[in-house]
């Protein structure tokens, strides 16, 4: 395990979430942590903010809240992606038993996991925790990226999030081949977004980092 350096500087970006019906676009800075485990890049992060007050009371309403993380590294002399993940995860208040289920869609991999506690099931459907979002192979030694994510709460686009799936469900993902057709989306959410069809998005960006040498 090793983790990565950061690049002490950040963006001159505006650090707020944005709502799906708000013509901002641009993206917050978070500090996120990088390790190296084996011949991939993990990451840990926060998506905390996609939740307001609302959509955190309505999960207990006994209807799904959906969350679709899509994630692009990319140079950050140039805006082609080097790696591409996507991820879904949702919850659902089970009135009857009095839990919260939540289900989680990774690259190769889905659980489902039961909480007591709203607060418990809002940390976990919000937080980034170690997760493989691309092969070293695709990362240079010495090379800064960064790291964008796009965050959507309920989107409405169905067959995006049946592609998704459908796309998790092929493997490990993180490289062009398997997210080639979200790849061509990196444009369209970060340098020309446009407004996204969900009940809250919100962009967040890494500060740039990089893989020292051994």
């Given amino acids: 395990m090793r983790a990565l350096a950061l690049v002490a500087m950040l963006l001159a970006v505006a650090a707020r979430p ?66 591409f993940m996507a991820v879904t ?54 090379k800064i990226f960064l790291l964008a994510v796009e965050v959507e709460l309920n989107p409405v686009d169905k067959k995006l999030l049946a592609e998704v799936r459908r796309w998790l469900s092929q493997g490990t993902g993180g490289g062009l081949d398997r997210g080639g057709a979200f790849f061509g989306s990196f444009v369209s959410v970060f340098v020309n977004p446009k407004i996204a069809a969900a009940d809250r998005v919100i962009r967040i960006q890494s500060k740039p980092f990089y893989r020292p040498r051994p």
């Fill in 89 to 142: 995860r949702q919850v659902l208040y089970n009135l009857w038993d009095e839990v919260y289920e939540l289900k989680f869609d990774e690259p190769g991999a889905k659980k489902v996991v039961k909480e007591k506690r709203k607060a418990e099931a809002l940390k976990r459907m919000t937080t980034i925790d170690d997760l493989p979002i691309a092969p070293l192979a695709t990362l240079p030694y010495d």
């Fill in 18 to 83: 944005v709502r799906a019906d708000e013509d901002d676009d641009r993206p917050e800075v978070q500090k996120m942590r990088f390790v190296e485990r084996g011949e991939q890049l993990h990451v840990t992060a926060s998506i905390a903010k996609l939740f307001d007050r609302a959509a955190y009371e309505a999960l207990e309403s006994g209807f799904t809240s959906t969350v679709l993380v899509r994630f692009w590294i990319y140079p950050r002399d140039s805006t082609d992606p080097v790696a």
